[in-house]
């Protein structure tokens, strides 16, 4: 992996919000916007989006913290975008700032951190886990 490339990559998503993407279909509550989780899994397509390109193969990442501010919402059928910029590169956790907006509005930020991890190994380790419990 090559740190110094990644510090300051940037990457982009994009989604057209479903029914099925909306705080009411998945029971959070009962209203017809978007849910915080699909504003999260958009912001997290934009994170991954800035660092494919750079990963060593057998290498992917693995979200391990966020925190997520969102300003307003949208309804089914809008488009929403995020951007995410590389921030900063702690031992193998990047930290990622990210933007999602509608049209010229802005619809949440985001601050989030991927962990670097070998793909096979990442994965065995859940298999153990899930073998001892």
């Known amino acids: 992996m090559d740190y110094e490339a990644v510090l300051g990559c940037v990457g982009m998503a994009s989604i057209s919000v479903r029914p099925g993407d909306t705080s009411v279909a998945m029971g959070i509550n009962d209203l017809s916007v978007v849910s915080s989780m699909a504003i999260l899994n958009v912001i997290e397509s934009a994170c991954s989006s800035a660092v494919i390109d750079l990963l060593e193969i057998g290498e992917t990442t693995q979200t391990a913290k966020f925190t997520l ?49 070998d793909r096979v190994s990442y994965m065995a380790r859940i298999a153990a886990e899930r073998i001892n419990s």
């Open 69 to 117: 501010e969102i300003m307003t919402t949208v309804t089914a059928g809008e488009e929403l975008r995020a951007n995410a910029r590389c921030i900063e590169i702690d031992d193998n956790v990047f930290t990622f700032e990210a933007e999602v907006t509608h049209l010229n509005r802005t619809i949440a930020t985001a601050e989030v951190q991927r962990r670097l991890v």
